[in-house]
């Protein structure tokens, strides 16, 4: 496609030769033959490169679109940006180098379980109870003799002691859920409380499940009633709903990790009342008694701080 810039050239240049053919065959003789040579040395070479011009032109403006123009726009401005980025990493680079490095934040707990697995061997029954009797895992080897006292007290009797580190107050579980704790500690066993027993008190906190996971809710004192457990001081304007999960607090768990104590089955707020009634189905009744238990009890990561350092540089860090 011819533009109208190179038409109108090209008009106007055939005009004047035609023009100034006419005056010089009107002219003289002389004139003629300069028009002649003229034709033949200079504007003929001119036309004919003045021709293909327009042809080389037109076939420039024929083959090229909007398209191609925009698509050479955007090529610059992409070569452009790749230079941009290319500066920037770089910058980055320098600025990581020169900048101070920060100490790696511990991710692991300073705490850990220490699981320690007992059996129970017996039951305690009232101190007033001479009947009762019991069968140990122990004898003359351990260096056990007659008349010897193991234990007083009701309750479960397990074949962990003293020699083996444990201390009263520790928590068992049998699995994964509360069983309950050690009250008493002998030599080479130790007298245990079920979660159920009349006696049994503990600090746990309510989780309920959400569309987002577990969430937090009120804490209370979680205690024994002979054949389950009841979740007392739960203020009545705290939400509290059968189903609702009961875990051991935190401040009182081994290692800071929470225990399963067991799920809510009924939650009453009376009107007037300050504190919900709450009762609490435990995993582990008094009736039943596990083949295994284990004593938890928490002690320093030797990730965190070797067993091999110094009490000095333990307390340093």
């Not at 090229?64 to 941009?84: F, G, I, K, Q, W």
């Not at 305690?124 to 069968?135: A, I």
């Not at 009107?271 to 039943?288: C, D, F, K, L, Q």
Request: hydrophobic share 40%.
């Amino acid at each position: 496609m011819t533009s109208p810039m190179h038409i109108r050239s090209a008009f106007l240049i055939w005009t004047g030769w035609l023009l100034l053919s006419l005056f010089l065959q009107a002219g003289p003789e002389i004139f003629r033959d300069l028009l002649q040579t003229g034709q033949q040395t200079l504007i003929a070479p001119v036309l004919e490169l003045l021709a293909t011009r327009m042809q080389f032109d037109s076939a420039l403006i024929s083959q090229s679109s909007p398209a191609d123009t925009v698509r050479e726009s955007l090529l610059l401005e992409n070569r452009e940006y790749v230079r941009m980025i290319a500066e920037l990493r770089n910058e980055n680079s320098q600025l990581r180098q020169s900048a101070p490095r920060q100490e790696e934040v511990p991710t692991e707990p300073l705490t850990v379980w220490n699981v320690i697995p007992a059996r129970i061997i017996g039951q305690r029954g009232d101190r007033l109870s001479e009947s009762l009797q019991l069968l140990v895992s122990l004898g003359t080897e351990q260096g056990m003799t007659p008349g010897e006292l193991a234990l007083s007290g009701p309750g479960l009797l397990i074949d962990q002691g003293a020699g083996q580190g444990i201390s009263p107050d520790q928590l068992l579980t049998a699995g994964r859920a509360l069983y309950g704790r050690i009250v008493r500690v002998g030599s080479q066993t130790s007298l245990v409380q079920p979660v159920t027993d009349p006696d049994f008190r503990m600090a746990v906190r309510i989780v309920r499940r959400s569309r987002l996971g577990p969430v937090q809710g009120p804490g209370g004192i979680l205690a024994g009633t002979g054949s389950g457990c009841r979740l007392d001081e739960v203020s009545a304007t705290e939400a509290v709903a059968a189903g609702d999960d009961v875990y051991t607090d935190r401040l009182v768990s081994p290692g800071t990790h929470p225990i399963y104590c067991g799920r809510i089955i009924d939650a009453q707020a009376e009107a007037g009342e300050n504190h919900w009634t709450i009762h609490v189905a435990p995993v582990h009744t008094g009736t039943n008694f596990p083949a295994k238990l284990s004593i938890l009890s928490a002690e320093l990561n030797s990730v965190r701080i070797p067993q091999s350092a110094a009490p000095g540089e333990r307390h340093s860090r």
